[in-house]
DNA sequence: TTGTCATTTGGCGAAATAACCAAGTGACTT
DNA sequence: AAGTCACTTGGTTATTTCGCCAAATGACAA
C-alpha cells in the first residue's frame, strides 16, 4: 500500500467511519426527506442532547450532512443521499449472515 | 429510536465498521478480483502478519468476506462483491468536501 | 441588560480498537 | 515424531470513541 492509496483509503474510512454507529444511522435516516433541528432528533433517540450534537458533529465533520441556523435552532440536512441508497448491499450482507446463522441452527 | 430499530441499525452499523479502517479498505480491493492467501496479502500492507490475520477476522466476523483452508495456506475471498461498488457515492461526498476545502483557500 | 431557549464545547471515566510480540495450532515434510 | 511453514490467538500498551454532566455560546425576548 503506497502512501497515496492510504491517503486515499484513510479517506473513504473516515466517510464509513462516521457513518458506523447505530444513532447516526438512524439520524442520517430522519434526515433523508427533510432537514431537521437538533431538537427534533434529540426527542427520538434516548441520548442526551449532547450526545446528539456530537453525533451531528461527527456527520459534519465528514461532510455527509450541512447545518443552518435559523434563528435559536440549527438546522440539519442531508448533503449525499445517496449515501443511504448504498445499503442495499449492506443488506445483501445481513441476509447471508442471517441464513449462515439459520443454517448453523438447523442441524441441532 | 425504538428497540427494533436499535438492532436492524446496530446491524448495518457493524457492517460499516468492519469496512472503516484504511487497511481493511486496501484488503477487500485485493479480494476483489480474486481470491488470497494471508501471506500474499501480507507483502502488500505495511504491517505484521498478526495485524492482518486480525483485520481479516474482523472482516470475516462482519460476513464480508470468507476463507477456506487448502494445504497450509488460507485463502479470502470477498463474499458480497457489491459492497466496493457503494463507493461511488462515498467519493461524491469526498468530491463535495474537497470543492469546500478549495472554496475555503481561495479567499486567501 | 438580563433572562431564556437551543445548541455546542470541555472534561471525565468506561469501553472499544489497533498494533506489536510471543506463544499456540494445524498441516505438510523429513 | 520432530521440524517447519502459514496462520491465529493471547497479552500488553497506546489511542480513540462514547456517553454524561457542567459550563460556554449565540440569538431572540422582556
Not at 503506497?2 to 438512524?26: D, G, I, S
Not at 434526515?31 to 449532547?50: F, P, W, Y
Not at 450526545?51 to 441556523?69: C, D, N, Y
Request: proline share 3%; charged share 20%.
Amino acid at each position: 500500500m503506497t502512501a497515496q492509496e492510504l491517503l486515499r483509503l484513510n479517506a473513504r474510512a473516515a466517510v464509513l467511519k462516521a457513518m458506523a454507529h447505530p444513532t447516526r444511522l438512524w439520524l442520517l435516516e430522519q434526515l433523508q426527506q427533510q432537514e431537521h433541528c437538533v431538537c427534533g432528533l434529540t426527542d427520538g433517540v434516548n441520548a442526551d442532547i449532547s450526545t446528539v450534537s456530537k453525533h451531528l458533529s461527527v456527520l459534519k465533520q465528514a461532510g455527509i450532512v450541512s447545518s443552518r441556523r435559523d434563528g435559536k435552532q440549527i438546522f440539519y440536512r442531508l448533503e449525499t443521499p445517496c449515501l443511504l441508497k448504498m445499503f442495499a448491499c449492506v443488506e445483501a450482507v445481513l441476509e447471508k449472515n442471517a441464513k449462515a446463522q439459520a443454517a448453523l441452527l438447523k442441524p441441532c
